[in-house]
């Protein structure tokens, strides 16, 4: 598995455990604490973020949201800056992985 | 018969009577042992079986706030050697009762307290759907589950100490608990 796929697999398994975060708090909370998705496997920082703005961005699945320093020049550019986190866009090769990812169900 | 030889004979059965009474003796106390050791077995399980019982109700009063701290051990019986199949599964149950305890505490909660919550119910809901099905990223999965839970660990402690929220901490140190003993089964059994 190539370093790209890597980070990008970490960063699929995070967009779908907050996906998780989002069903369980939609209801009952007016901002979610997400796990940052970015490509960094072992990482456990969270993001604090309003529903709205996360159901805004998760309509790219190319778009990921990442705390400051946690994006990957190489595969990814930074689309919005906010003093709570980043939100990047996948670049290059990336985004062909992201859609393997989605299509090949890495995750359920 | 000579006096030498009635003497002789006395003596003759005098010994074997002696040798009787010293085997009935022999067989007595050997099966005066045995009753011992069989009692002995069955009072060690009594006091095992006690100590486990004691422990789990322990454990029991704590998640329903009836002692401040919780106990130091587990009991016996929550640790039986089990093969990676089956600490998965013990895994997948563990993780959906701290899903659904989470979730069901997100009531009585607000402001970060709430959204932490959802955050731990949202990753061992997500764990313990990877572990169910088998997805190819079970592993890590479970693994975030544990690393997610014991990051929150302070978080739990208060919340161990609330009416409201006692099941899910407890639920949710039970959940990392079982998904880091699955790891270090399948682990083990991938090696060997």
């Given amino acids: ?108 | 018969m000579g006096d030498d030889e009635r003497l002789a004979e006395q003596q003759g059965r005098s010994v074997v009577g002696e040798t009787r009474e010293l085997r009935a003796r022999r067989l007595h106390l050997v099966a005066e042992a045995r009753a011992e050791r069989r009692r002995g077995r069955r009072l060690r399980e009594l006091a095992v079986a006690t100590r486990d019982r004691n422990l789990d109700l322990s454990w029991r009063l704590w998640s329903l706030t009836g002692l401040p701290e919780p106990p130091s051990t587990i009991p016996l019986s929550w640790d039986v050697p089990l093969a990676a199949a089956e600490r998965l599964e013990a895994a997948c149950v563990a993780a959906e009762e701290c899903a659904e305890a989470c979730a069901a505490a997100l009531a009585g909660t607000d402001g970060e307290a709430r959204r932490t919550l959802a955050s731990i119910s949202g990753v061992a809901s997500f764990a313990a759907d990877c572990a169910r099905i088998g997805a190819p990223d079970g592993r890590r999965a479970l693994s975030l589950c544990v690393r997610v839970i014991q990051s929150n660990s302070i978080f739990l402690d208060g919340l161990g100490r609330t009416g409201g929220g006692a099941l899910a901490a407890s639920s949710s140190r039970r959940c990392a608990e079982a998904c880091t003993r699955s790891l270090a089964a399948s682990y083990l059994e991938a090696e060997g």
């Fill in chain 1, 1 to 108: 598995m190539s370093d790209i796929d890597a980070a990008v697999r970490s960063e699929l398994l995070f967009r779908a455990v907050n996906e998780r975060i989002l069903e369980i708090g939609e209801n009952d909370v007016e901002a979610l604490e997400i796990l940052c998705e970015c490509g960094d496997e072992s990482c456990i920082s969270t993001v604090l973020i309003t529903l709205r703005d996360y159901e805004r961005l998760r309509l790219d699945s190319s778009r990921f949201v990442v705390c400051e320093g946690h994006e990957l020049a190489d595969i990814e550019r930074v689309t919005e800056r906010t003093p709570e986190y980043l939100v990047v866009e996948k670049a290059g090769r990336a985004p062909e992985v992201v859609v393997r990812g989605f299509a090949d169900r890495i995750v359920p």
